[in-house]
């Protein structure tokens, strides 16, 4: 038996309901501060941790009940692919099922990277024994060394408003070292305020060293990240493919939003479609979040925009792509934070102080 997360969501007449768009995470969001996240919000979720604890066991892999309650967080633990995915997959779905459905209606979810496996499992798109099959398998597949990697680099002012300028300058700099014979260089992830780049070992050196320093921080290598969403993934999209058939995948009981911005809905999905956008496209492919979030409210008007934990580190970037097409009304940081204030839109469930809006669940202290 599993659980389903949808299993009520017609019993509420949407028309008392806020509409709400679900924003799922990507790998980076489980750090030092979320560590126990799973016990502190979601000890009541035995079902859900265990069957996944049990899956893992089959793979010889440590469960993620004892990865959330190490005693201690650890880089060399809680960061690669095989621990992380599974783990934030659980801390996420946890959290969507926790969404008081007698006050808010879902009408879409959609994620970054990552993100886009949990935001199919939270609209059934994968069952929850395919979600885990299908995280845990792709999240594995490096398990024995990283392909390439990434690097993070703002391309924004301090009032969160995207600089075109330095946009085109990112990109002249990924034309420039992929000229490089031995170099390969691309964009990853397009992140609100952030250009996520990725390749391998010599384009990423010869990228920090062309790509002015800023705050004595960015450009800033992600630990334990591959080159995702690049073509040196094309062996690990081959595998997926191999590994992870058809018929693990359905059509969604939500609509999704993918890192193109095009629209899955439940009745005009095509199951073999879907199954090679996610294992062969958006494995290969940029990952445009900005674009996602900005299809999804466009096209679904929500009256709030929930961003799924762990961690908050999506927030920012989720209101830097609302900012960008002036949502909400926001036109810059400074509104944002105002209007945050006053009657919060972006709701981060890995934020203490935003999760009581959305759910009735306590937690333990």
């Known amino acids: 038996m599993s659980f389903n997360p949808h299993s009520d969501q017609s ?12 924003v799922a995470p990507g790998r980076g969001c489980y750090n030092k501060t979320e560590l126990g996240y799973l016990v502190k919000y979601h000890a009541d979720k035995k079902q859900l941790v265990e069957s996944i604890d049990h899956f893992r066991a089959k793979q010889q892999q440590a469960a993620i009940s004892e990865l959330d309650q190490a005693k201690k967080y650890s880089f060399k633990l809680h960061t690669p692919g095989e621990n992380a995915s599974a783990l934030i997959y659980a801390c996420a779905l946890a959290d969507f099922m926790d969404i008081d459905q007698s006050r808010y209606e879902v009408v879409a979810v959609t994620g970054n990277s990552m993100g886009w496996y949990i935001a199919m499992a939270c609209a059934d798109a994968l069952s929850q024994p395919n979600a885990i099959e299908v995280i845990n398998t792709m999240g594995s597949m490096m398990a024995d060394g990283l392909i390439g990697g990434q690097i993070i680099y703002p391309v924004m002012d301090a009032h969160w408003q995207v600089n075109s300028q330095a946009k ?35 384009g990423l050196s010869q990228a920090v ?21 690049t073509p040196l993934m094309q062996d ?33 999905t095509d199951i073999r479609q879907l199954h090679q956008y996610t294992l062969r496209n958006q494995v290969v492919e940029p990952y445009d979040f900005t674009r996602a979030i900005q299809v ?11 961003v799924l934990g762990p961690g ?5 970037a989720t209101a830097q792509s609302l900012i960008d097409i002036n949502w909400f009304a926001w036109a810059d940081k400074a509104s944002f934070s105002t209007a945050q204030v006053k009657q919060p839109q972006l709701i981060s469930m890995g934020d203490e102080a935003h999760r009581h809006l959305i759910t009735q669940r306590h937690f333990v202290t």
């Open 168 to 202: 085109k300058a990112v990109e002249q700099v990924i034309h420039q070292v992929s000229q490089i014979d031995g170099c390969e260089l691309y964009l990853s992830i397009n992140l609100g305020g952030y250009q996520v780049i990725a390749g391998n070992e010599a």
């Open 11 to 22: 019993k509420h007449g949407s028309a008392e309901r806020e509409r709400v768009v679900v």
């Open 236 to 268: 690990i999209s081959q595998r997926g493919q191999e590994l992870l058939p058809v018929h693990l995948f359905q059509a969604p009981t939500i609509p999704m939003v993918d890192g193109r911005g095009h629209l899955w809905y439940p009745l005009s």
């Open 312 to 316: 908050n580190t999506l927030g920012g």
């Open 296 to 306: 999804a409210v466009k096209e679904f008007a929500p009256d709030k925009v929930i």
């Open 209 to 229: 060293e062309l790509l002015p320093s800023i705050d004595d921080k960015y450009p800033l290598r992600l630990y334990n990240h591959g080159a995702f969403h």
